[in-house]
């Protein structure tokens, strides 16, 4: 079982950026997924989801409106759209998923099965 994420790297404030998370070894069709970040010396924390097979997603105040969580089926894999990236982002990224979570769980990391091993995003002023 594993999630590989993909995506990160470079870039400077106002740009934008595409993370991948694939899958082998479990199918997240009907899993939740998410996408929460680490930045040094602080705790991980909750970025977006997609709840279970409903399409239901949730995002981070911090990153409403430019960050796009998505969940491709048929290719096992979830993505991150990063826009109007800011310095603050800088983290690194980890996708998640989950089998029966419930919904008022999904922001919280413990209740996650699978993780990845995280991505690096450096957004320069």
């Known amino acids: 079982v594993q999630l590989q994420a993909s995506g990160g790297g470079l870039v400077q404030a106002g740009g934008s950026l595409r993370l991948s998370c694939a899958a082998s070894?479990?199918?997240?069709?009907?899993?939740?997924v998410a996408w929460f970040r680490q930045a040094p010396g602080k705790e991980r924390e909750f970025v977006a989801a997609i709840f279970r097979s409903y399409g239901t997603t949730y995002s981070a105040d911090s990153v409403k409106e430019r960050f796009t969580i998505s969940k491709d089926s048929a290719k096992n894999a979830v993505y991150l759209q990063m826009n109007s990236l800011k310095p603050e982002d800088t983290a690194i990224y980890f996708c998640?998923?989950?089998?029966?979570?419930?919904?008022?769980?999904?922001?919280?990391?413990?209740?996650?099965?699978?993780w990845g091993q995280g991505t690096l995003v450096t957004v320069s002023s």
């Open positions: 998640a998923a989950a089998q029966g979570i419930i919904q008022s769980s999904i922001r919280t990391p413990r209740h996650y099965n699978y």
């Open positions: 070894g479990l199918t997240l069709r009907s899993m939740s």
